[in-house]
């Protein structure tokens, strides 16, 4: 069964780092996404991404955040300088189309020190 | 404004027993509904959904949920919880647009 894959599963870097969060979507997917669960939180929307650009983006996707499909199968968040507060899990999903069901990664686990 | 709603943060029941959890929204027309369930240190595993139809949606593992479009809730439910069950569960709802917006989880503790 074709699944969304992310890596890496736990990285932990310093603040003021750049870190790049990586992905891939299952393959005919169109529509990709990133969430962030801070621990103990909701899961929250960060961005959209559909047909090679930025379809929405909440708030908390700011300047430090920039989101990239260097080719036809990942899809990468980047994140410029991290915080403290950028500690969560980020979630990556797709979906085939807009308005259904987005099928999610495993997560990767960042923690800024 | 739109909204979704989980009222219980943690419920806990015994091994058997019947669930069901809760999910309210707040919305002019009615959303793509769904659930998701997060398991300890693991990713988000679609439940199931619901579109239009039928009100009462079968999905994995057993759970079913039934949309009540005059209470705007979407309550998922299971007659025999397993240990396995433990997790956190999360509602979540499309309103309109692509992107799906989350519940704030409800966990579930299963207790022998």
């Known amino acids: 069964e074709p699944e969304v894959t992310q890596t890496p599963s736990h990285q932990v870097t310093q603040m003021g780092q750049e870190v790049i969060l990586r992905c891939v979507p299952i393959?005919?997917?169109?529509?990709f996404y990133w969430y962030r669960q801070i621990l103990g939180q909701k899961v929250e929307f960060l961005v959209s991404?559909?047909?090679?650009?930025?379809?929405?983006k909440s708030e908390i996707f700011d300047d430090q955040f920039s989101v990239e499909r260097p080719d036809g199968s990942n899809f990468t968040l980047k994140i410029r300088s991290t915080k403290l507060e950028d500690s969560a899990m980020y979630f990556c999903?797709?979906?085939?189309?807009?308005?259904?069901?987005?099928?999610f990664g495993q997560g990767t686990r960042l923690t800024v020190v | 404004a739109q909204s979704v709603t989980q009222p219980d943060i943690h419920i806990t029941v015994s091994e058997g027993a019947s669930l069901e959890l809760r999910c309210n929204y707040s919305?002019?027309?009615?959303?793509?509904l769904f659930w998701y369930v997060q398991s300890p240190g693991q990713g988000l595993q679609l439940l199931l959904k619901?579109?239009?139809?039928?009100?009462l949606v079968q999905g994995i593992k057993g759970f079913e949920a039934e949309f009540k479009r005059s209470q705007s809730s979407f309550n998922l439910r299971k007659p025999s919880v397993h240990w396995s069950d433990a997790a956190e569960y999360f509602c979540?709802?499309?309103?309109?647009?692509?992107?799906?917006?989350f519940g704030t989880g409800t966990r579930l503790t299963i207790i022998p």
């Open positions: 991404f559909y047909n090679n650009e930025i379809s929405e």
């Open positions: 979540a709802l499309i309103f309109g647009n692509e992107k799906l917006t």
């Open positions: 999903a797709s979906s085939l189309q807009g308005h259904t069901e987005a099928f």
């Open positions: 919305y002019g027309a009615t959303p793509y």
């Open positions: 393959s005919n997917h169109l529509y």
């Open positions: 619901y579109f239009s139809g039928d009100t």
